[in-house]
């Protein structure tokens, strides 16, 4: 799949160039220019235009996930949470990170382990209305 769509890419990429540049050719012939002269420089052109256009679109599109990878992360270390210390019990603001499960308490200076626990409430709906419709018929 991967060669695939490589080819696919390179093809109209290559199909696009000679396109364009038989353009050129074919324009500068019908003003008495020669044809494989235009045709070259056609090729040049967009070539180089091709190359820089798709250059800048890259590095557009690289700067801009690597800032909406920034902000996740930003996002991601402004999670808190109030824990107790389990020594001198001082109300600690840890940040969030599963990947990180100690802290130590700044009062007592003792690492303490931070066990996550996740709690979530489960609301459950009919699929359609002919469900609701059902149930409420056999009660
Ligand atoms: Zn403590």
Request: charged content about 20%; glycine content about 6%; hydrophobic content about 45%.
């Amino acid at each position: 799949m991967k060669f695939k769509e490589a080819l696919e890419f390179w093809s109209v990429l290559i199909i696009k160039l000679f396109g364009m540049a038989a353009l050129f050719g074919v324009v500068g012939y019908s003003f008495n220019q020669p044809i494989l002269g235009m045709f070259v420089i056609g090729f040049i052109i967009n070539f180089v235009l091709g190359v820089s256009v798709t250059y800048y679109f890259n590095y557009k599109h690289e700067k801009l996930v690597a800032e909406q990878n920034r902000a996740i992360l930003d996002y991601q270390s402004k999670k808190t949470a109030k824990v107790q210390c389990a020594y001198c019990h001082a109300e600690n603001i840890v940040p969030i990170d599963l990947s990180n499960t100690k802290f130590i308490c700044p009062r007592c200076k003792k690492q303490n382990r931070l066990i996550a626990e996740f709690t979530a409430a489960q609301i459950t709906v009919p699929q359609s209305t002919d469900d609701m419709i059902g149930r409420a018929v056999q009660n």
